[in-house]
Nanobody, 136 residues
Framework: EVQLVESGGGSVQAGGSLKLSCKFS????????MGWWRQSPGKEREGVAA???????AYVDSVKGRFTIAQDNAENTLYLQMDNVNPEDTGTYFC??????????????????????????????WGQGTEVTVSS
């Protein structure tokens, strides 16, 4: 079973940076995709960034050029580097490991990581979340 523990959230001013970490275990490196999604006040869940087993990445348009996802399998840690943040980035950020039913790319994982049920997903494992607050 996959286990995920996030850290690194906090408060930051607009234009600043923050780095989130997710310590993971139980991952199937040959197939699982990993990523981050967020729940912002008054908004629906949104996939933010994803990385697939081949190392390809995908981002939601609103964070492209500002956020960077990286996976260190030697350290069993997933990262999300958040630069030039703005108040719209405020929310609870969740680490996710997606175990696919078939081969899955980062782009596909980005759109499926918040789903509870989907034919292409065996299971989405979520962490407990970490809070990010960006003040203007």
């Amino acid at each position: 079973e996959v286990q995920l523990v996030e850290s690194g959230g906090g408060s930051v001013q607009a234009g600043g940076s923050l780095k989130l970490s997710c310590k993971f275990s139980g991952l199937d490196y040959s197939s699982d995709c990993m990523g981050w999604w967020r729940q912002s006040p008054g908004k629906e869940r949104e996939g933010v960034a994803a990385i697939d087993s081949a190392g390809r990445t995908a981002y939601v348009d609103s964070v492209k050029g500002r956020f960077t996802i990286a996976q260190d399998n030697a350290e069993n840690t997933l990262y999300l580097q958040m630069d030039n943040v703005n108040p719209e980035d405020t929310g609870t950020y969740f680490c996710v490991a997606t175990r696919p039913s078939r081969s899955m790319t980062a782009v596909q994982a980005l759109g499926l990581m918040t789903r509870l049920h989907h034919p292409s997903v065996k299971y989405n494992y979520w962490g407990q979340g970490t809070e990010v607050t960006v003040s203007s």
